[in-house]
């Protein structure tokens, strides 16, 4: 009996997201985001057991990067009031729980203007002369509760540091979160490979197996999309007007990966950014070998008269 099979498989989840449709649907452009992991096997004539899960992690702690720079006449001037502004801000967040500060430079270079040339009876030239500095640092700060970020924010805005050039999450125990990931995941293809056996009468254990697996891990700043919602009214045909529109505005917001691909999520409620740790585990199980069987030779003699005789030769 050949053991050759097909199985197609719809894997549907134990649970469900949906979302109210709101503003995004302004924008046409606004794009899912992927959750493939580069795992393949070259050959699909086998079977193919595929468990996907993902692992939603709060993160431990957070660092926000601000950029702080600062212009003056001199060297001294100039680190002498960026120093009191990074000062202030220290002082600020120490009445704040473990949050800490630490502050790395970035550029320090001079700062040119034009000097017009008194010349008489000559075309206008200019010079190009040192007018000042500009000091530049990057300010980290170490946070763990994620409110927190909202003070941090004004405690630099009253110090003249508005741009915060991003936000890191860190996960104390990331092994740990894909071990989670992986220990699931083996529960499942036990599941699946019992039911495979029962629905196709076969024993799977003493066929060749190949097992290939991998992570993806996402992190807040990788999910964030942007749209325009608005609606613009059109003029009356045959008016001959200009019209000069308003600057729409962009809308930022967190798109995380949703669960409807995977068959197992570990914290599926997300209500703020988290770390996406993804997993996706492949077993091919060959197929065996059916051995052909050879044809028994048969040996016949033509008689004088033309009658075909079979003769017994043994083997």
Not at 126 to 153: C, D, R, S
Not at 160 to 179: C, M, P, Q, R, S
Request: charged share 25%; glycine share 4%; net charge neutral.
């Amino acid at each position: 009996m050949s053991l050759r099979y097909t199985i197609w498989l719809l894997l549907i989840a134990d649970f469900a997201i949906g979302q109210v449709s709101g503003n995004v649907n302004y924008s046409n452009r606004v794009q899912l985001g992927e959750s493939n992991i580069s795992v393949n096997f070259n050959s699909n004539s086998d079977l193919i057991i595929k468990v996907k899960g993902l692992n939603n992690v709060h993160a431990d702690h957070y660092v926000a990067m601000f950029n702080i720079s600062q212009k003056g006449e001199t060297i001294e001037q100039t680190h002498q009031l960026l120093e009191e502004r990074i000062k202030q801000v220290s002082t600020a967040i120490k009445n704040m729980k473990q949050v800490e500060l630490v502050v790395d430079m970035v550029s320090f270079a001079p700062q040119y203007a034009y000097e017009k040339e008194k010349k008489v009876f000559s075309k206008k030239s200019y010079n190009e002369i040192p007018v000042g500095f500009e000091l530049q640092k990057n300010l980290h700060l170490k946070y763990e509760a994620p409110n927190q970020l909202t003070e941090l924010v004004r405690i630099c805005s009253e110090n003249e540091i508005y741009d915060l050039i991003g936000v890191d999450y860190i996960a104390n125990d990331i092994k740990g979160e894909k071990k989670k990931l992986m220990d699931q995941a083996d529960l499942i293809v036990q599941e699946k490979l019992d039911r495979y056996e029962k629905l196709l009468s076969i024993e799977l254990d003493s066929l060749e197996k190949e097992l290939v697996d991998g992570f993806r891990i996402i992190y807040p700043v990788e999910s964030y999309k942007s749209y325009q919602a608005y609606s613009s009214s059109s003029l009356n045909e045959g008016e001959s007007s200009r019209v000069n529109q308003s600057q729409k505005r962009n809308t930022l917001y967190y798109r995380p990966i949703v669960n409807k691909e995977f068959d197992f999520v570990i914290n599926p409620v997300v209500v703020e950014p988290v770390i996406q740790v993804l997993y996706e585990l492949r077993i091919k199980i060959k197929q065996p070998k059916i051995k052909q069987a050879k044809p028994e030779k048969e040996y016949m003699i033509i008689l004088p008269k033309g009658e075909v005789k079979k003769i017994d030769i043994g083997n």
